[in-house]
Nanobody, 125 residues
Framework: QVQLVESGGGLVQPGGSLRLSCAAS????????MGWFRQAPGKERAFVGVISWSGSRTDYADVVKGRFTISRDNAKNTVYLQMNSLTAEDTAVYFC??????????????????WGQGIQVTVSS
């Protein structure tokens, strides 16, 4: 099972940018799609974006499309979430997750089996 650790969260002003990182260990990182999800207070965990095992495909939730970008470096076993033009509505705990099956590509959180501990992102002036 892959172990995941997020970093890079914190407080940022509206309109600002932040980059999250997720370091993986203990598995064959390059064979699994990686997803980002977020959970705001009182809300369910929601899909943010996903990147395929090779990095050639990405998909995003409509609410972040055009503002957020996912990338990965398989040599470093790390996936990134670049977040631009942040608003207060982006405030949440952000989680990275590894797909349960090799070469899977999708957005259903039930299909992701390994999760990081989550990291807080707060957008506020």
């Amino acid at each position: 099972q892959v172990q995941l650790v997020e970093s890079g969260g914190g407080l940022v002003q509206p309109g600002g940018s932040l980059r999250l990182s997720c370091a993986a260990s203990g598995g064959t990182f390059s064979m699994y799609a990686m997803g980002w999800f977020r959970q705001a207070p009182g809300k369910e965990r929601a899909f943010v974006g996903v990147i395929s095992w090779s990095g050639s495909r990405t998909d995003y939730a409509d609410v972040v499309k055009g503002r957020f970008t996912i990338s990965r470096d398989n040599a470093k076993n790390t996936v990134y979430l670049q977040m631009n033009s942040l608003t207060a509505e982006d405030t949440a705990v952000y989680f990275c997750a590894a797909a349960r099956k090799t070469f899977y590509f999708g957005s259903d959180k039930a299909d992701f089996g390994s999760w990081g501990q989550g990291i807080q992102v707060t957008v506020s002036s």
